[in-house]
């Protein structure tokens, strides 16, 4: 099946900033929504930010907003999540996944990345 691939994780200090990319292969998933997930050691995966394709709403989970952003580039079918002011808590892997169904529900995400190491040093 086809798969998205994340890019852009890795080590940064509190307070600093990150940006993650998430690239499909020409002409997939069109129409499709696209998020980012995460999921840290010990807890469940997490719905951080979704984005429609169609309407060009976006969501954003209470323990981001404010500090990440979620956008696109059609051209490059990339999807990227802007991070800044990151936390330790911000430590997880995350995870690039894809809808046809409504962006905001995470039980409705069927198509997925292989994730990207995320590391926030305190």
């Known amino acids: 099946q086809v798969r998205m691939v994340e890019s852009g994780g890795g080590l940064v200090q509190g307070g600093g900033s990150l940006r993650l990319s998430c690239t499909a292969p020409?002409?997939?998933?069109?129409?499709?929504?696209k998020g980012w997930f995460r999921q840290a050691p010990g807890k469940e995966r997490e719905l951080v930010a979704a984005?429609?394709?169609?309407?060009?709403?976006?969501y954003y989970a209470d323990s981001v907003k404010g500090r990440f952003t979620i956008s696109r580039d059609n051209a490059k079918n990339t999807v990227y999540l802007q991070m800044s002011s990151l936390k330790p808590e911000d430590t997880a892997v995350y995870y690039c996944?894809?809808?046809?169904?409504?962006?905001?529900?995470?039980?409705?995400?069927?198509?997925w990345g292989q994730g990207t190491q995320v590391t926030v040093s305190s």
């Open positions: 020409p002409r997939t998933f069109s129409r499709f929504a």
């Open positions: 984005i429609s394709w169609s309407g060009g709403s976006t």
């Open positions: 996944a894809a809808t046809r169904g409504d962006y905001r529900d995470g039980p409705d995400y069927d198509y």
